[in-house]
């Protein structure tokens, strides 16, 4: 048991995954001296699956942040602690109230507070005094806290806030405050994409004018003070010629730290090129009528406000091949030595995100109909661009399907995501001589490359997979694709 002092509650780094051991803090979004709320976002963390917004347990004073901004830690390490304001004796805190798990991450946290035990012989006046109406009555609990005399001996002593660096008077853009000066600590009022932008850049938030409305920090605001100052004509000394083929900086190499979802990624495709064996096969498939579905579709009234694309119906015909051939939705359960059938389709999305390749999963796909499985698609796609998908919508995936055509690229040989038994790519739309009813025209043209784990897919199941889903997409109407 951990002794601390009495009204000061460490908030623990919790498992926001499944079975997930670290973490990185990337920013945080109070300091020492800061009032905060039960369920207010403190801090952004980075887990091996996506960045997460930590939602505060307690509500009181932020007593100290344990761990700075940049560092990984391992789940269960205190990260910050909150005087709620009971104050008292040093004792044992108890681990009911110190180790709850907070539960909702990506989602709203519920509250996971317990109110303090009143002291045997106690009254309601001293537990008032002690601050247990402070989740009531923020402001009148800080005023009583602050006439209430300091142990002699306290176990733990508040630490005050760094000091922010002046920043320089004549750099600054406008008169508007930088920041607001709360409890001795210097709070920024930016939202998180701007904190992650001004991160990435190496700008200090202490010292960019604000010149949003209220004092809101901007993403212009932090590109302006991102920008280098330029030096007085006088003092420029010629540049050096620089070697050919030098980058601009002059630097030769650019080392970026392995970690977060990148690290992650890395790992699960090289356990899986090594432990599945792959095999791959390709089809070319004329899609012109495809793309006169998607056209006619986005007509619809029960498509209104919904992104309709080719993917759109490359993953409802992928789907409708898995009810045909359900053994192509499997997985190898290599402890149990068995062969797992999914009688569910957990629908994984291949996402380019700047952190790197997340693969979050639809799911249930297989039961919705598909203005759903558009509004869910266009949902998954966004949240993952924008760094937000829940842990939870990574894990569970069954099978996968994954858009190239994006990059301007006709085919390749995807990697299995892990625990899948197959996934299915899909090339650029390209116009391509075609012979059409026995005469050469020009058709839309895509190529689907299939990868399946040779354990639990042969060459026979896999050519009928392929088959099925270039089939539908030739002509997705009379096989019933869209509404079938």
Known sequence: MNTVQRGVREFRLPDVGEGLVDAEILQWFVQPGDEVAINQV?????????????????????????????????????????????GGDTVGEPEEVREKPLVGYGEKAASTRRRPRRRPG??????????????????????????????????????????????????APSAAPVAAVNGGAVTVLAKPPVRKLAKDLGVDLRSVAPTGKGGVITRD?????????????????PAAPEPVGAPATGARETRTPIKGVRKHTAAAMVHSAFTAPHATEFLQVDVTKTMKAVRKLRERPEFAGLKVSPLLLVARALLTAVRRYPEVNASWDDDAQEIVVKHYVNLGIAAATERGLVVPNIKDAHAKALPQL??????????????????????????TVTNIGVFGVDAGT????????????????????????????????????????????DGELGSKVLRDVGAMLEDPKTTALIWG
């Open 414 to 457: 995807p990697i299995l995501n892990p625990g899948e038994a197959a996934i299915l790519a899909c090339g650029q739309i390209r116009d391509l001589p075609w012979v059409h009813k026995g005469e050469l025209a020009v058709r839309k043209v895509t190529t689907l490359s299939l990868s399946f784990d040779h354990r639990l897919v």
């Open 42 to 86: 403190i801090c952004e963390i980075e887990t091996a699956k996506a960045a997460v917004e930590l939602p505060s347990p307690y509500a009181g004073t932020v007593h100290a942040v344990l761990v700075e901004a940049g560092r990984t830690v391992d789940v269960g390490t205190p990260i910050i602690s909150v005087d709620d304001g009971t």
């Open 221 to 237: 605001d932090v590109q302006r003070a991102a920008e280098p100052a330029a030096p007085p004509a006088a003092e420029e000394a």
């Open 122 to 171: 106690a009254s309601a006046t001293g537990d008032a005094e002690r601050g247990g109406g402070a989740a009531a009555q923020a402001g009148d609990a800080a005023s009583e806290r602050a006439q209430q005399p300091v142990p002699e001996a306290p176990a733990l002593v508040r630490r005050s806030a760094p000091e922010a660096p002046a920043a320089p008077v004549a750099s």
């Open 374 to 399: 558009a509004a869910d698609l266009q949902e998954l796609t966004a949240t993952a661009r924008a760094g937000r998908t829940a842990p939870a919508d990574m894990s569970g995936g069954t099978i």
